[in-house]
């Protein structure tokens, strides 16, 4: 696992973060519209109009998880071209870009908004216990991830007797 090479690590450390949270975000994005708007219709996007809107809704998120993902390849792009590529720190982002939504769609638009549920016409408890943990569980790790990395990176950045 390569490390962030001497000069800026800290503001490298970061860019990988922030690409692999971008996609994150639209790994959970697309996988939640893909498997749970388009293959099972247990939802759309907005559930609180017509079933018309509930499609438009689908087409914008859908797009959202595209220009996420679109953004987050071009900054990996441009990572690799700078040989500055972290995979841990990226992981990270990942992680935490991936667990964010997770929960934020759980918690905020399930419950707080209410503008869709998991699934209809059933006991949401299981559905929403399922839904959190995961997302809490890549949330931590994430988080945990990104400590990790922080501080490898804030050791790289400091100079060493030799180079002192």
Do not use: C
């Not at 399922?130 to 949330?139: D, K």
């Amino acid at each position: 696992m390569p490390t962030p090479t001497r000069g800026k690590p800290r503001s490298r450390h970061g860019r990988n973060l922030i690409a692999g949270i971008l996609l994150g975000l639209g790994t959970a994005a697309f996988l939640d519209e893909m498997v749970f708007h388009q293959l099972l219709h247990w939802h759309h996007f907005y559930d609180l109009s017509t079933s018309d809107v509930g499609l438009v809704s689908d087409g914008l998120f859908h797009a959202f998880s595209w220009f996420a993902t679109v953004a987050s390849l071009l900054m990996v792009a441009a990572l690799r071209r700078e040989h500055t590529f972290w995979g841990a720190a990226f992981t990270a982002g990942w992680l935490t870009g991936a667990g964010f939504f997770q929960l934020y769609d759980g918690l905020v638009q399930h419950k707080v908004m209410g503008i869709h549920q998991i699934r209809y016409g059933v006991n949401l408890v299981p559905y929403d216990v399922t839904w959190n943990v995961i997302a809490a569980v890549l949330l931590l790790a994430g988080i945990v991830l990104w400590i990790v990395t922080a501080r490898r990176a804030g050791r790289s950045a400091k100079p060493t007797e030799a180079t002192a």
